[in-house]
């Protein structure tokens, strides 16, 4: 089955700065990434999501960056603000099935 | 659009009981549903899979006598956490997708459970 990895497991920023995080999976025959952002008790929401026929996508301050060579990808958040803070995931998928998710990273920005 | 919905949000039961969690999707059909369970500030861990009108697929490791899934309709599927021990309480959170022609999957707002 399907192996997504995480890193970091935490990590703060100075509100402005950047994050990074970033994923890796191991089922090449995945084609469906998705990015969750979760705050505590709540439902994980999608926050932006990548196609394995793409290699990068952008939504404002946010960006996902894909190497399906290396099977992994990175999730970019620029010019961070405090409501940034909150618990990411990432996902692996084959389309229209079950997502493996991350283990999670913990952002806080600190203002 | 793509709303789904989780209920109870929170339920409290004694050890030894049955507790029904109940995942709709409101406004589109979900050919397939999937169970998870998180634990505090950890992964979203896939506990099985349902396709309407057919049995649902476990992930390894989780016991299917133990946590049953029905998906009667298309937009409906039901966990019921059978015998519940306090190892069972936890974060179960449901996602609906309308199929291969979606990639999305839309979450529920997750129920804790906590068993006594």
């Known amino acids: 089955g399907e192996n997504v990895e995480q890193h970091p497991s935490t990590l703060s920023v100075q509100e402005g700065d950047s994050a990074v995080i970033k994923c890796t999976y191991s089922?090449?025959?995945?084609?469906?990434f998705p990015w969750y952002k979760q705050e505590l008790g709540k439902r994980p929401q999608l926050i932006i999501d990548?196609?394995?026929?793409?290699g990068e996508k952008k939504d404002q301050r946010i960006a996902v960056t894909l190497n399906k060579t290396a099977k992994h990808f990175s999730l970019h958040i620029t010019e961070t603000q405090p409501e940034d803070s909150a618990v990411y995931f990432c996902?692996?998928?084959?389309?229209?099935?079950?997502?493996?998710f991350g283990t999670g990273t913990s952002l806080t920005v600190i203002p | 659009g793509a709303v789904v919905s989780q209920h109870p949000s929170r339920v409290i039961c004694k050890s030894g009981t049955s507790v029904k969690i109940e995942c709709r999707s409101l406004?589109?059909?979900?050919?397939?549903m999937f169970w998870y369970r998180q634990f505090p500030k950890k992964s979203l861990m896939l506990m099985a899979t349902?396709?309407?009108?057919?049995?649902?697929?476990?992930e390894q490791g989780v016991e299917k006598d133990k946590f049953l899934i029905n998906h009667a309709s298309l937009t409906l599927s039901t966990l019921t956490v059978t015998s519940a021990h306090p190892e069972d309480s936890s974060f179960y959170i449901c996602?609906?997708?309308?199929?291969?022609?979606?990639?999305?999957?839309?979450f529920g707002p997750g129920t804790r459970l906590t068993v006594t």
């Open positions: 089922d090449s025959a995945s084609n469906y």
């Open positions: 990548i196609r394995s026929n793409v």
């Open positions: 349902s396709n309407e009108g057919s049995k649902a697929t476990y």
């Open positions: 996602s609906a997708s309308a199929g291969s022609i979606s990639y999305e999957q839309y």
């Open positions: 406004d589109f059909q979900a050919t397939t």
């Open positions: 996902a692996a998928s084959k389309g229209g099935n079950q997502f493996y």
